[in-house]
């Protein structure tokens, strides 16, 4: 496992709360493509990409590296979202469920 496939010290705690919530998720971070989002998460029928981000890390306060950041700008799919915290997956789920 490179640098790039390892999972951020709060990824597990984020995704038990996407999973709390009534979300799947898919755990992507060793899928193998540079700069791919973290997880993919299903939910009201749709699929989403995140990155997750540790806001107790250097790395993750330092926001997206440059290959999350191309992918991010390359991907023709929907926008690539990003979480730190229980919070941000929490306003995350209300706004997908709002526009849907």
């Not at 390892?6 to 540079?34: I, S």
């Not at 540790?54 to 991010?72: D, H, I, K, T, W």
């Amino acid at each position: 496992m490179n640098r790039h496939s390892k999972k951020d010290a709060n990824h597990d705690e984020l995704v038990a709360v996407f999973e709390r919530l009534g979300c799947t998720v898919a755990q992507m971070h060793a899928c193998g493509v540079a700069g791919f989002p973290d997880i993919a998460v299903g939910a009201i029928g749709r699929t989403w990409l995140v990155e997750l981000k540790n806001p107790q890390s250097a790395y993750g306060r330092a926001g997206l590296n440059e290959n999350q950041s191309a992918f991010a700008r390359d991907w023709r799919g929907g926008k690539v979202y990003t979480a730190c915290t229980e919070n941000d997956v929490i306003a995350l789920v209300q706004h997908w469920r709002r526009a849907a």
